[in-house]
Nanobody
Framework: VQLQACGGGLVQAGGSLRLSCAAS????????MGWFRQAPGKEREFVAA????????YYADSVKGRFTISRDNAKNTVYLQMNSLKPEDTAVYYC???????????????????WGQGTLVTVSS
């Protein structure tokens, strides 16, 4: 599985962006998918995850109520709708795939099988 993230850009605080992550390969629907982010000078952190069926989702407290993760298995794509953006949301956002939903939530790098290349989100104040 190869992951290609896009949709980042520059937005003012309070604005919205939607990130997309397109996956190649026929086994996309077998994987739980997640989004992580890394701000300058900080460690990578978990943002959101969705189970293979889309039936379960989980969010970091910092984005709960503002971000929504979803997926379309027919299109091999996972999305991250980001609303009410804040300057502290500025980061490079990465999509990731794992067979275990829990591994994504825990940020267990050893169990995350695939990473996208990252897309930069910049929120100005």
């Amino acid at each position: 599985v190869q992951l290609q993230a896009c949709g980042g850009g520059l937005v003012q605080a309070g604005g919205s962006l939607r990130l997309s992550c397109a996956a190649s390969g026929r086994t996309f629907s077998s994987y739980a998918m997640g989004w992580f982010r890394q701000a300058p000078g900080k460690e990578r952190e978990f943002v959101a995850a969705i189970s293979w069926s889309g039936g379960s989702t989980y969010y970091a407290d910092s984005v709960k109520g503002r971000f929504t993760i979803s997926r379309d298995n027919a299109k091999n794509t996972v999305y991250l709708q980001m609303n009410s953006l804040k300057p502290e949301d500025t980061a490079v956002y990465y999509c990731a795939a794992a067979l275990s939903f829990g591994a994504l939530v825990r940020g267990d790098g050893m169990s995350i099988h695939y990473w996208g290349q990252g897309t930069l989100v910049t929120v100005s104040s």
